[in-house]
T-cell receptor, first 116, second 116 residues
């Protein structure tokens, strides 16, 4: 079975400082990994995804994540936080399958707070 | 392009009443998903359709929840009768439908259900 653990329920940063949101995964298969963002009263939006290509993945809005198989981690980073980054972030795992269909398993989320 | 549409956005009902949610996926997307997101948790998959067939409904409480996608396009999710613990945001998502684990899901804004 596959699962993800988001190590922090809340992260607080100041505008202009780096962001680190931590995620560890467990999967019996070679997984696909995703980060989604959810702004209040809006739908989930894909930030980036890893699907067994380059281990450093660049996403939208300056976010990136690095797949580390030895550490079973997929942490999300951004060099400089912006006020508009304040939202809920979800780490998501899905096993790569040769047949059958994708099934996403979400973490519990990390709320990012950005102060001026 | 138009995103995933859902209605209504908000619904308040009393326990034991019934309720229905509607979803219209992105045009051309073969796969449609319904998720339940309880406050403070990540979304949990309820049911997944490929065209008008069910791929996965293992986490759907079938004694009270039902869903259909008769023409392989839009879908309805029904709860009858509702319980207090059904209070949640119900998210619809769609994807192109490839068997790759990296198939991207696009989410609608959700329907917030409150059961009193």
């Amino acid at each position: 079975a596959q699962s993800v653990t988001q190590l922090d329920s809340h992260v607080s940063v100041s505008e202009g400082t780096p962001v680190l949101l931590r995620c560890n995964y467990s999967s019996s298969y070679s997984p696909s990994l995703f980060w989604y963002v959810q702004h209040p009263n809006k739908g989930l939006q894909l930030l980036l995804k890893y699907t067994s290509a380059a281990t450093l993945v660049k996403g939208i809005n300056g976010f990136e994540a690095e797949f580390k198989k030895s550490e079973t981690s997929f942490h999300l980073t951004k060099p400089s936080a912006h006020m508009s980054d304040a939202a809920e972030y979800f780490c998501v795992v899905s096993p790569l399958r040769g047949t059958g269909f994708q099934k996403l398993v979400f973490g519990t989320g990390t709320r990012l707070l950005v102060s001026p | 392009e138009a995103g995933v549409a859902q209605s209504p956005r908000y619904k308040i009902i009393e326990k034991r009443q019934s309720v229905a949610f509607w979803c219209n996926p992105i045009s051309g997307h073969a796969t449609l998903y319904w998720y339940q997101q309880i406050l403070g948790q990540g979304p949990k998959l309820l049911i997944q359709f490929q065209n008008n067939g069910v791929v996965d409904d293992s986490q759907l409480p079938k004694d009270r929840f039902s869903a259909e996608r008769l023409k392989g396009v839009d879908s309805t999710l029904k709860i009858q009768p509702a319980k207090l613990e059904d209070s949640a945001v119900y998210l619809c998502a769609s994807s192109f439908g490839g068997t790759s684990g990296g198939d991207t899901q696009y989410f609608g804004p959700g329907t917030r259900l409150t059961v009193l």
